[in-house]
C-alpha cells in the first residue's frame, strides 16, 4: 500500500522560517524610512540656518556652518540677525571694534597733522616797513647859506605795519655833513594812518662854490630800512655890491637908474 503524500505547506508556514518575498519587503520598508529621516533632518537643519551663516548647533552640518565664518572673535559682530536660530552665530552691519578705534586713531592722527600743519587765522602779520624819498627843490643858486623856503628840501612816505608801532628815523648825506638833528621818534597808532610824510630841508652850508651831494632817510624799527639817495646840488654866488665911489669916467654923467621916474617926480 503506498503511503500517503502530505499536503504542500503555504510559504512562511510550518517551522517559522519566513519566505523570501517577506524578507525583502520588510527590507524596502526600513530603508524607506531611513531615507526618510535623513531627508526630514537636512530639511530641519536647511530650514533653521540663515543665508551665508551656519547654525552653529548639532553634528557635522553645523560644523560646516561654523566654518563658514572666519572672523575673528574679536570681529564677530554683536547684533542677532534676524530668522536664526537659538545657539546660532550672531550677525550685524556693524564694523568690528577694533577697526572702528584703529579708524578713529588715524583719523585723529590726520586731523592734528592737518591742523599743525595750516597756518593760524589768529597769528600776528609779520611786520613791514615801506620808505621812499623825493626831491621837493633839488638845487639852489645863490648867496649862501641859502634860506629855508629856497634850500634843497624833501618828502618822504613812511608806511609800517602792523600798529600801534614807535619808529626812529634820522636823515644822513652821503658826505657824511649833518643833515638834521639826529635820531627823531615816529609814533603810529593802532586806529591811525599807515603811512606818515616826513619833510626835511638840507640847511647849514655856507661855504663858497659849488657843492653836490645826497640824501636819504634811514628808520629804525620792527624792520631797519634805509631809501634811496636823492641827489641835491647847492651853487654859492657873491652878492654884487650896492654902492661905493663912482668911477672917474662916470661922475659928470648922471646915473640913469638914479633919475627919478617922470610920472612921480614932483
Known sequence: MPAPVPPPQEPGAGNGRQ???RAGAVLAAGLVVLLLAVAALGWLLLRNRPAGEGSGSGGGPAATGATASSAPPSAR????GGGAAPGSGTASASAPASASSSSSASASASASGSASASPSPSAAPSPRVVVSVHAVR???RGTCPPAASRAPSFRAAVEVEPRPAVLEYRWVTRSGSPSGPGWQSLAYTADGPASRQ????ALGYDGDGTRADAVRLEVQGPVPVVS???EFSVACEEEAPT???SSPGAAGSP???ASPDPATAP
Open 255 to 257: 646915473d640913469p637908474a
Open 198 to 201: 616826513l619833510e626835511h630841508t
Open 138 to 140: 633839488g638845487e639852489y
Open 77 to 80: 559682530p554683536t547684533g542677532t
Open 19 to 21: 519566505g523570501p518575498g
Open 243 to 245: 654902492g661905493g665911489a
Open 228 to 230: 634811496q639817495w636823492v
